[in-house]
């Protein structure tokens, strides 16, 4: 069977599950250079759109994985950049429609939704996830460092207008990132902006788990979150804290590789080795092994982010 070059995972999300990943443009192809990324610095950062995929291409690997096991959730847009920069996303969505009944759903940063086509796009998935990191042009500035052309106050437009307008389910994610944006005003002004948006079924507090872009970046502890969705009730926005995923029993593998699959999956995101036996219904040992084997042959690097904590997979 020929290789996927599109399709990972299922990966776990903590907020939609089991979720099957369609990479839709090229690795750090994005409009935002976040500082929290854990795919690291943003290569090419941009706001054009261009293609970059066969969408036919695309739903034939979705077809293939499916038969492969285990069987995701949903599928999600998203992968190792910003998937509203590939103009074939209105073409891939209907693709992918042809091959599964299973909910679609886009992860975004939102900040191309202020275009009319970007929108127009987005308004056929089941599920949109765009994000919401700051309530000023200063702090987004400094936590999304987005590409020339995409303003704060045509981002704000661009994610209300979507909003308004989509008849899916809108979960906005929130990342809060210690020192920067999870002070009290900023807190009571993300939550005033949020609450503004119409018909957000949800508001996801997450902050930064893995490996982030920038140095000396650093997440929030529970209690921290836990004040933070106090505020966000406050000002009138229920907000919900997203739990780590918790995945399900461990089957037999499917036909690629146990090796191969570890590696497919963590070249789009870091992974621990519990993380990667939930997505790819692995025994957990068998994974632990198949990693710290790839770490000694330089396949793999090793990334601790707490003493006595469970290591993140990164592929070199």
């Known amino acids: 069977?020929?290789?996927?070059?599109?399709?990972?995972?299922?990966?776990p999300s903590r907020r939609l599950g089991l979720s099957l990943g369609v990479d839709l443009v090229p690795y750090k192809v994005c409009c935002y250079d976040c500082i929290y990324c854990q795919l690291g610095s943003t290569t090419d950062l941009t706001s054009e759109r261009a293609s970059f995929v066969d969408p036919d291409r695309v739903a034939l690997e979705v077809e293939r994985a499916l038969h492969r096991g285990p069987r995701p959730e949903v599928i999600t847009l998203a992968g190792s950049g910003e998937p509203t920069l590939n103009q074939e996303l209105e073409q891939v969505v209907a693709a992918l429609r042809r091959v599964t009944d299973?909910?679609?759903?886009?992860?975004?940063?939102?900040?191309?939704?202020?275009?009319?086509?970007?929108?127009?796009?987005?308004?056929?998935?089941d599920l949109v996830a765009p994000s919401l990191d700051a309530a000023d042009a200063e702090t987004f500035e400094r936590v999304n460092r987005p590409a020339a052309g995409i303003a704060f106050d045509a981002m704000v437009r661009g994610l209300g207008d979507f909003c308004a307008a989509f008849r899916g389910r809108c979960q906005l994610e929130v990342v809060l990132v210690r020192g920067v944006n999870d002070g009290s005003r900023?807190?009571?002004?993300?939550?005033?902006?949020?609450?503004?948006?119409?018909?957000?079924?949800?508001?996801?507090?997450?902050t930064v788990v893995r490996p982030p872009a920038v140095a000396g970046v650093a997440g929030l502890g529970h209690p921290e979150l836990e004040r933070a969705r106090e505020r966000f009730a406050r000002q009138g926005c229920p907000a919900r804290i997203i739990v780590p995923f918790a995945g399900s029993d461990a089957v037999s593998p499917g036909e690629e590789?146990?090796?191969?699959?570890?590696?497919?999956?963590?070249?789009?995101?870091?992974?621990t080795a519990a993380d990667l036996s939930a997505a790819l219904g692995l025994e957990l040992e068998t994974v632990r092994a198949q990693c710290e084997g790839a770490v000694r042959k330089g396949v793999l690097r090793r990334e601790e982010r707490e003493p006595g904590g469970e290591p993140f997979y990164l592929r070199r």
């Open 257 to 271: 590789s146990t090796y191969e699959r570890i590696l497919e999956t963590v070249a789009r995101r870091p992974c």
């Open 102 to 125: 299973l909910p679609l759903c886009l992860l975004t940063n939102g900040g191309l939704l202020f275009r009319d086509e970007v929108r127009r796009a987005a308004l056929g998935l």
């Open 1 to 11: 069977m020929a290789r996927a070059t599109h399709v990972y995972g299922p990966v």
């Open 186 to 206: 900023s807190l009571d002004a993300l939550a005033r902006l949020a609450a503004s948006l119409e018909d957000v079924a949800s508001v996801d507090l997450n």
